[in-house]
């Protein structure tokens, strides 16, 4: 049985239903696609013991909805005995489409399923871009106190003095706090670099700091480390070089 619009430019709904037999057991699939507006859906059903135990089944439904700046999309499956998955995502663009924004993007995604430590599962992700400056932040969450979040922020002066910093927090033991974060200026014959890695207190420094003068034929720089990991708390090198 099937039932088909006149018109795929508009709303529509379409039917169908087929069922089928063999010697032990019949079988049935039916199912449905519609069109309302900027939503398209589809909903399918197929039961493999139709007549016995028309619970034993698989089933499927899903819907996009195609609006240009937020879209969004829904999944489900769900099959005998009392298993689903299911999946919600929704996004957020600037008027121009997030292939051409500069701005901002938003973007979120659900999952729920009937499996033990899979129940509820939440992740998102906002991103903001400009010519002088980033600013990413994500998180995925799983259960009560069982969340990662991170954060990543970029600013820029100029290409020759610019910073970035990464932070991830956890809920795992030792690695509950991690940054890690970069400094760079260039700047009239100098240069200083710091690149530091921090994790649940334990800090390590990586700094370069060295400048030029080519009048005076002289180059000098240091590097400096510092950790908190025996021998290696604390190291510096130097040097000089002027040609005459």
């Known amino acids: 049985e099937w039932t088909a619009p006149k018109n795929l430019n508009k709303d529509y709904s379409v039917d169908h239903t087929i ?14 696609l519609s069109r309302k507006g900027p939503m398209i859906a589809g909903e399918h059903e197929f039961k493999y013991d139709a007549e016995r135990n028309p619970e034993k089944k698989v089933s499927t439904t899903w819907s996009v909805t195609l609006i240009p700046n937020s879209p969004k999309i829904m999944a ?63 998180a995925v969450s799983w259960g009560p106190g069982q969340k990662i979040d991170m954060g990543l922020k970029f600013n820029k002066n100029t290409w020759m003095e610019h910073g970035h910093t990464l932070t991830v927090n956890t809920p795992f033991p ?58 290696l708390q604390a190291i510096t090198l130097s040097g000089k070089h002027e040609d005459n």
């Open 19 to 32: 069922k089928f037999g063999c010697p032990y057991r019949s079988m049935e699939l039916s199912g449905q």
């Open 76 to 138: 489900k499956a769900a099959w005998f005995p009392n298993k689903f998955v299911q999946i919600e995502a929704d996004t957020k663009f600037e008027t121009e489409g997030w292939y051409r924004t500069t701005n901002d993007l938003e973007g979120n995604v659900k999952i729920t399923s009937s499996f033990p430590y899979l129940e509820n599962i939440n992740a998102n992700l906002k991103h903001d871009y400009s010519h002088d400056k980033i600013d990413t932040t994500g």
């Open 174 to 231: 030792g690695y509950r706090s991690m940054k890690i974060s970069h400094d760079f200026k260039l700047q009239n014959g100098r240069l200083n670099s710091m690149v530091s890695g921090e994790c649940d207190r334990r800090t390590v420094k990586l700094e370069v700091d060295g400048s030029a003068n080519l009048r005076r034929h002289m180059v000098q720089g240091t590097v400096a480390f510092t950790s908190p990991f025996p021998y």
